[in-house]
């Protein structure tokens, strides 16, 4: 059975294109998840799915060697009509995939879970799925993780489109603070005579209400040479006024960094529990207000919190918590286990995050466009790395008072 077109199809695809990640090259963050999806879920396949107009495009894939199917027998293509797991026990006995040909064959789909990967705006992109040819369910547990991971794989898409929005905002800045002195020679110099004798004529036709012919050449004559110049200070008006206020910009506002920080722990437990790993939330002191945007903020603690757990052993430790530093900071403590087994945090943030992230191929992707939304929030963040101890990262934001203005001024000048 064909699945219909989602309502907002049109804008669907929109949205899936303004990612620009169709036909992009495999990224290990994304290959992490799909691998994390199928050992949680015990089965030999798993996909990062994106439903294109007429195809199904995988992002990443375990236990299947195609990049893309036919939409028309792709199970994700129904997946994508709810906003929550769509779990097919057993494929034979479902009418909607009974007679598909991937099911009908030897060694066809027996199993099949789909989380829809929905962005912020609401739009059903694809999936995280995952695959068996035997029949099976999966318990709560299992569930709820491939929901999670879900979410992990729908922000990396989303920080990384506003990662290079915000690169490209600053470079504009960059360059327009460059245009600066340009531009005050044009107002303090060039424009003015031509702008004192279109004065003139203005004054005296408002004082007289008769036109001056002579005084009107001498405005032609004026103004005709310094076209260029009138031109090039409205462009530059116009292009101040634009930059930064675009759809992709961040949206930035006083939220409560303690409130955040506990919703990103809840975000990331249910992938933690799937490793017995313990998350010790110490985010539930005072309110500590800041200024950002908190849908990326949320996108950036959860990816790091991701990255603690999975970097830490089963059976780890991971302590997160906010607390008053030289301003309101969040602490992720990633904690060395007993036996004497230690996470492998560290090396990832410290060259994923700290070390020139611009750099960092592959890998550490991820971490590096985190990085870059923590700086155009203007935060600072530390790493530390003590044996006995374990990783601890310290990220200090500015307090919610701090003048907007200099904020803006600091951003040009980084």
Same mark, same amino acid.
Request: with cysteine; net charge negative; hydrophobic share 45%.
């Given at each position: ?63 299947? %060697?195609?990049?893309?199917? !036919? ?5 994700? /293509?129904?997946? =994508?009509? &709810?906003?929550?797991? $769509? ?124 036109? %001056?012919?002579?005084?009107? !050449? ?5 103004? /005709?040479?310094? =076209?260029? &110049?009138?031109?090039? $200070? ?129 890998? !550490? ?50």
């Amino acid at each position: 059975m064909k699945a219909p077109l989602p309502d907002n199809e049109t804008d669907r695809l929109a949205a899936l294109y303004a990612l620009d990640i169709l036909d992009s090259a495999p990224e290990q963050d994304f290959d992490d998840i799909v691998a994390l999806a199928s050992n949680v879920c015990g089965t030999p396949m798993s996909l990062v799915t994106l439903v294109d107009m007429d195809r199904q495009w995988f992002k990443a894939r375990v236990g299947l %060697d195609e990049t893309d199917t !036919d939409r028309e027998i792709s199970f994700c /293509a129904h997946a =994508i009509l &709810g906003r929550d797991l $769509l779990v097919v026990p057993d494929a034979t006995k479902d009418p909607r995939f009974a007679d598909n040909p991937q099911v009908d064959c030897a060694n066809g789909i027996r199993f099949y879970a789909g989380a829809p990967l929905v962005t912020t705006d609401g739009f059903a992109l694809g999936t995280l799925c995952v695959v068996d040819d035997q029949p099976r369910r999966l318990d709560i547990e299992q569930l709820q993780a491939l929901r999670a991971l879900a979410r992990q794989v729908t922000s990396q898409m989303e920080l990384r489109r506003h990662a290079v929005a915000l690169a490209n905002t600053t470079a504009r800045l960059q360059e327009l603070e460059r245009r600066k002195d340009d531009l005050a020679g044009l107002i303090g110099g060039d424009l003015r005579a031509p702008l004192r004798v279109v004065a003139a004529y203005l004054e005296k036709l408002g004082r007289t209400g008769r036109h %001056d012919a002579d005084l009107a !050449d001498q405005v032609a004559r004026a103004t /005709a040479g310094h =076209i260029r &110049g009138f031109t090039d $200070l409205l462009h530059h008006l116009t292009e101040m006024a634009e930059t930064g206020f675009g759809a992709e910009s961040l949206h930035m506002r006083q939220i409560d960094l303690t409130r955040i920080t506990r919703r990103a722990v809840e975000a990331v437990r249910p992938i933690a529990a799937t490793k017995q790993i313990w998350i010790l939330n110490q985010a539930d002191g005072p309110t500590l207000p800041i200024i950002a945007d908190p849908v990326r903020l949320e996108q950036v603690l959860t990816h790091l919190l991701f990255a603690a757990v999975k970097y830490t052993p089963s059976g780890g430790r991971v302590r997160v918590g906010t607390d008053i530093e030289s301003g309101p900071a969040v602490r992720l403590d990633d904690m060395d286990l007993p036996d004497g087994m230690r996470p492998e945090l560290f090396p990832h943030l410290y060259y994923g995050a700290i070390a020139n992230p611009a750099t960092v191929p592959g890998p !550490d992707r991820g971490l590096a466009v985190a990085k870059k939304i923590l700086d155009a929030h203007h935060a600072t963040v530390a790493l530390s790395d003590r044996p006995g101890d374990g990783t601890s990262l310290h990220v200090v934001f500015p307090s919610a008072d701090l003048n907007p203005a200099a904020m803006l001024d600091d951003l040009i000048a980084a």
